[in-house]
């Protein structure tokens, strides 16, 4: 059964980068049909999704984000990574990772259907 | 951008009660809108996709219906272990991604 993990230093200073990986383990990254996502929930409050990216390396980002993310895949690993620059404390969340079942990104049906457990970024000096 | 509401913020509900959530989208969505449980500490689940299909392992007690800008989640009679938060989800072609509800918490009365 496939399962997702979330790694990544818990504490990050203000205007630096917050870096996270995703491990995806009991399958692999490389099938067609999958995006894999990020998804964050600051402390007390509800879900934002970051972005997207599949086995090719194609991606698509949040608006709201999209000048300071970035996401890579490493197949042969089946992992895939997140980068937020210049972080301020309005970055403090819990950030998941996720499979979207979705085969282009333009589609119109797509969901997330195996999240990771999620890991708690603080950015604090 | 398209906006969902989520209605009722909190719902006070017993076990064997039957709960309705309602999601309103800001513009039509089609029938590509997708629920979630979240209980405290834990990731969120899929319920429910395209609007009224059940997620895999989900029991048939959770249904979902509508289409267009007017959604429900119903549960047919409550399980303890049903009482969490839950979310709303619609899937946007342009720009692509995704957005949220802000969430109903239901809660054990």
């Known amino acids: 059964q496939m399962q997702l993990q979330e790694s990544g230093p818990g504490l990050v200073k203000p205007s630096e980068t917050l870096s996270l990986t995703c491990n995806v383990s009991?399958?692999?990254?490389?099938?067609?049909?999958?995006?894999w996502g990020w998804v964050r929930q600051p402390p007390g409050k509800g879900l934002e999704w970051i972005g997207g990216?599949?086995?090719?390396?194609?991606?698509y980002f949040n608006p709201s984000l999209k000048s300071r993310v970035s996401m890579s895949i490493d197949t042969s690993k089946n992992q895939f990574f997140l980068k937020v620059t210049s972080v301020t404390a309005a970055d403090t969340a819990l950030y998941f990772c996720?499979?979207?079942?979705?085969?282009?990104?333009?589609?119109?049906?797509?969901?997330?259907?195996?999240w990771g457990r999620g890991t708690l970024v603080t950015v604090s000096s | 951008e398209v906006v969902l509401t989520q209605s009722p913020g909190t719902l006070s509900l017993s076990p064997g009660d039957r709960a309705t959530l309602s999601c309103r989208a800001s513009?039509?969505?089609?029938?590509?809108l997708a629920w979630y449980q979240q209980k405290p500490g834990q990731a969120p689940r899929l319920v429910i996709y395209?609007?009224?299909n059940r997620a895999t392992g989900i029991p048939a007690r959770f249904s979902g219906s509508g289409s267009g800008t007017d959604f429900t989640l119903t549960i047919s009679s409550l399980d303890p272990e049903d009482f969490a938060v839950y979310y709303c989800?619609?899937?946007?072609?342009?720009?692509?991604?995704?957005?949220f509800g802000q969430g109903t918490k239901l809660e054990i009365k």
């Open positions: 009991g399958g692999s990254t490389s099938t067609s049909g999958y995006y």
């Open positions: 395209n609007a009224s």
């Open positions: 996720a499979r979207e079942v979705l085969y282009t990104y333009y589609d119109s049906s797509g969901y997330q259907d195996l």
């Open positions: 990216i599949n086995y090719s390396g194609s991606t």
């Open positions: 513009q039509s969505v089609d029938s590509y």
């Open positions: 989800q619609q899937r946007s072609t342009w720009p692509p991604g995704y957005t």
